[in-house]
């Protein structure tokens, strides 16, 4: 029996939900200020967690898979970073000056990772993203950017450029074209974006043959989400950080999501050395965060000890104690044989959910790696972006799932991201493959 309590009626209009809903929509556009959670009719709207579990304002609890788009790795309420808060706000919420919390922080992060030799914090993956892009630029005195075809980045304008391509505009797949993923990109900025095919060595190496002089840095995701978590073809990696540096090029790994994969990030699982990392989600211990670190010569750009920095940053609220405290608390519980236990639950939920999906005949499947999964509505495999879209269902079938998910008690986002939290065991994994196979059972036939 499902261990959640559901209780329908959230989508009636005189719902606490519905009712919350038209509130927002007076002053909120979409009632929402998160895109990513806002679902039609409207979303649920949180009430409280504990653990791996997530209350609605209707009181209905639900097995939370998404926690906070995966930055909450512990779930909600973890006693550590409780403790670690508390003790902070008596000694106080925010400082102008720096604190104990954050060089000790920076401390884990740098003997944890190993391409880590210096590091700066700010307030979440997008600012992380838009310092290490202007790091390259001043490092190299160049300004185009090279990124792969489908991988999201944040809200910086320079990576809103083919996250969200389709068919009708993504151009060739030997040289996608760079495309808005957003409006209000000034009109330079596509030119100054490369755009590569993802696990396409022959492609890589023909576009940076004709553009390599003058890109500053590659970014990727080693673990692409957007990119519906294409593993890296073998060999690729060491492909891409050789051929940058071939041509002068940094190399910028965005591991906002990914870090959680492994003790040591997605770059100790698959390689790649890169010149600088951008961090998030997990290392905030649940309050907003942000981080860029690499190689010493390059991130001393930011360095004001010697005079004027060439590269200038602040942030009133980076590094802030809490956050740091916070940080510390939960990275610090993430030990190597905490990170191979949750691994090795993601590894059965992919399975299993994979084996209702053949059962059934749909054409969809749990991708993803270690604790992070995303359920796409395509069998194919998946070896770049659009290998996840290309022969996917029709969006309102995986809508329609993601509702059936929603009523027997199971939370993932409104694109299929969905992530495991160190509460969780293998109960939980059973609840959420039995509430997966209700919720297909459910589905109109294909």
């Given at each position: 029996?499902?261990?959640t309590q ?12 519905g ?21 039609k009719?409207y979303p649920i ?5 504990e653990?791996c579990?997530l ?11 998404l926690?906070?788009m995966?930055?909450?790795?512990h ?7 409780k403790k ?6 008596e ?9 104990e919390?954050?060089?000790r922080?920076?401390?884990l992060m740098?003997?944890r ?6 590091i700066?914090?700010?307030n ?8 290490a892009?202007k790091l ?7 300004s185009?950017i ?6 999201y980045h944040?809200y ?10 389709t068919?009708?505009?993504w ?6 074209a ?5 409006g ?6 596509l030119?100054d974006v490369l ?7 022959k492609?890589?190496?023909?576009l940076?043959?004709q553009?390599?002089k003058?890109i500053?840095a ?13 593993l ?12 940058t ?6 190399t ?19 390689g790649?050395d890169?010149d ?5 989600k ?6 907003p965060?942000?981080a860029v670190?690499g ?11 010697q ?10 609220a980076?590094?802030?104690p809490?956050?740091m ?9 993430m ?5 191979a ?5 993601g590894?059965?939920?992919r399975?299993k ?10 054409p969809?499947q ?9 359920l796409?509505?395509?069998a194919?495999?998946v070896?770049?972006?659009r ?6 269902s029709?969006?309102d079938?995986?809508?329609?799932l993601?509702?059936n998910l929603?009523e027997?008690?199971?939370i993932?986002?409104k694109?299929?991201?969905?992530c495991?939290?160190t509460p ?6 059973e ?6 196979e ?5 589905m109109?036939?294909?």
């Amino acid at each position: 029996m499902n261990r959640t309590q559901v209780k329908k009626g959230f989508l009636e209009p005189d719902s606490s939900t519905g009712r919350l809903y038209a509130e927002a929509s007076k002053y909120i556009p979409g009632g929402t200020s998160r895109i990513h959670y806002y679902f039609k009719p409207y979303p649920i709207y949180a009430q409280s967690g504990e653990g791996c579990y997530l209350t609605d304002v209707e009181g209905t609890r639900r097995l939370d898979f998404l926690n906070n788009m995966t930055a909450l790795i512990h779930g909600h309420g973890n006693p550590g970073i409780k403790k670690a808060l508390f003790d902070q706000i008596e000694r106080g919420t925010a400082f102008s000056e720096p604190s104990e919390p954050e060089i000790r922080l920076a401390r884990l992060m740098i003997e944890r990772v190993k391409s880590l030799e210096k590091i700066r914090f700010s307030n979440s993956g997008t600012e992380a993203v838009m310092m290490a892009i202007k790091l390259a630029r001043a490092f190299t005195g160049r300004s185009r950017i090279a990124k792969f075809e489908g991988f999201y980045h944040g809200y910086y304008d320079y990576v809103q450029v083919s996250f969200s391509s389709t068919p009708a505009n993504w151009g060739p797949p030997e040289a996608p074209a760079s495309t808005p993923s957003s409006g209000g990109l000034a009109d330079s900025v596509l030119g100054d974006v490369l755009v590569m095919p993802f696990n396409d060595q022959k492609a890589v190496e023909k576009l940076l043959e004709q553009h390599g002089k003058v890109i500053a840095a590659l970014i990727l995701d080693p673990l692409s989400n957007r990119g519906g978590f294409p593993l890296p073809a073998e060999g690729f990696f060491k492909f891409l950080r050789e051929i940058t540096r071939a041509y002068g090029i940094l190399t910028i790994y965005d591991e906002v999501i990914s870090f959680r994969v492994d003790h040591g990030g997605a770059q100790a699982k698959y390689g790649g050395d890169p010149d600088l990392t951008t961090f998030g989600k997990i290392m905030g211990g649940g309050l907003p965060v942000g981080a860029v670190g690499g190689k010493a010569e390059v991130m001393d750009l930011l360095d004001p000890s010697q005079g004027p920095p060439k590269v200038i940053s602040g942030g009133t609220a980076s590094a802030n104690p809490l956050t740091m405290a916070a940080g510390l608390a939960a990275m610090e519980q993430m030990t190597p044989s905490v990170y191979a236990r949750i691994n090795r639950l993601g590894d059965l939920l992919r399975k299993k959910s994979n084996e209702v999906f053949a059962a059934a005949g749909e054409p969809a499947q749990l991708t993803g790696e270690g604790s992070l999964f995303r359920l796409l509505m395509t069998a194919d495999p998946v070896v770049d972006y659009r290998s996840s879209i290309r022969k996917a269902s029709p969006q309102d079938r995986f809508n329609r799932l993601h509702h059936n998910l929603l009523e027997e008690g199971i939370i993932i986002s409104k694109e299929g991201l969905g992530c495991l939290s160190t509460p969780m065991g293998e109960a939980e994994v059973e609840d959420f493959v039995k509430a997966l196979e209700r919720g297909v059972a459910r589905m109109p036939k294909g």
